[in-house]
């Protein structure tokens, strides 16, 4: 492995056993007294400007995008229902839209993440590839326990990997507030590696432009929040489809 790949990975050049500075170097606040210095000056520079782009290349796919599954589910509350819009201007009908392909709307106004996780079985049912997940805001109106929150989206998750379903989660934050609850999806995105969408809701409920009532969005918003799913959605689809021969 090169040395730029090992610092771009988490290595460092004394644990990978590369080049370590000469016994003449003082820190950055001097000039380098020699060749060899000079050398490791130049070695270092090189290796660091090379991290960024190098770090894109330890980044693990999402699981499951060999799934055998052939549908896309959109699980949720009332937004995914598409209340707020007029007929077929729903976040899940722009989606399939957008993506070229059938998206199942599968949202239930006033769930909760609790009642989600009660609903998968059906989900399931559905032959998912992929399954994405906007649940949380009835939890937060409620003043559900972040805790409890955390554990229904948790065990979502786990059951959707089980199945070898890819999960998407959409992040649930507003006006109404959060707290807590506004940390859940990050948290899950880190823990099991799937990717999360995340900020939009909040921007489209912060915006009066965007929004039918305090919680929920109109068609614009709806349009918003369909983009924003379709670019963590995209690439994901062409990669589904190049590892299963589509």
């Known amino acids: 492995m090169s040395i730029h790949r090992q610092l771009a990975c988490g290595g460092s050049l004394r644990d990978r056993g590369g080049a370590r500075p000469a016994r003449g170097w003082r820190g950055a606040g ?64 722009v989606l399939a839209a957008r993506l070229g392909v059938a998206v199942t709307n599968d949202g239930v106004p006033g769930d909760t993440a609790a009642d989600g996780l009660a609903r ?23 003043q559900v326990p972040a805790e409890s929150t955390e554990q229904a989206l948790d065990g ?30 990050a948290r899950l995105g880190k823990r099991y590696r799937v990717p999360v969408v995340r900020d939009v809701l909040r921007q489209i409920l912060f915006d009066p432009s965007l929004k039918a009532d305090e919680v929920h969005p109109n068609d614009l ?26």
Do not use: M
């Not at 995008?65 to 949720?76: E, F």
């Not at 399931?124 to 939890?139: F, K, S």
């Not at 990997?161 to 707290?179: E, Y």
């Open 120 to 142: 998968l079985p059906q989900v399931l049912a559905q032959d998912p590839w992929l399954v994405i997940v906007e649940l949380g805001g009835n939890d937060i109106l409620r």
């Open 156 to 185: 979502i998750v786990r059951q959707l990997l089980a199945a070898r379903v890819l999960p998407v989660l959409v992040a649930v934050a507003g006006p109404f507030g959060g707290g807590s609850h506004g940390e859940i999806y």
């Open 221 to 246: 918003g709806h349009a918003r929040l369909a983009e924003a799913v379709a670019a963590t959605v995209e690439p994901l689809l062409r990669q589904h489809r190049r590892l299963r021969g589509r």
């Open 30 to 93: 001097r000039a380098a007294t020699g060749p060899v210095d000079a050398a490791f000056v130049l070695t270092v520079l090189a290796a660091l400007a090379a991290v960024a782009a190098g770090a894109a290349g330890c980044r693990r796919a999402p699981p499951n995008l060999d799934s055998p599954g052939t549908a896309i589910v959109c699980l949720g509350d009332s937004i995914t229902a598409g209340v707020g819009a007029t007929d077929g201007h729903g976040y899940p009908e």
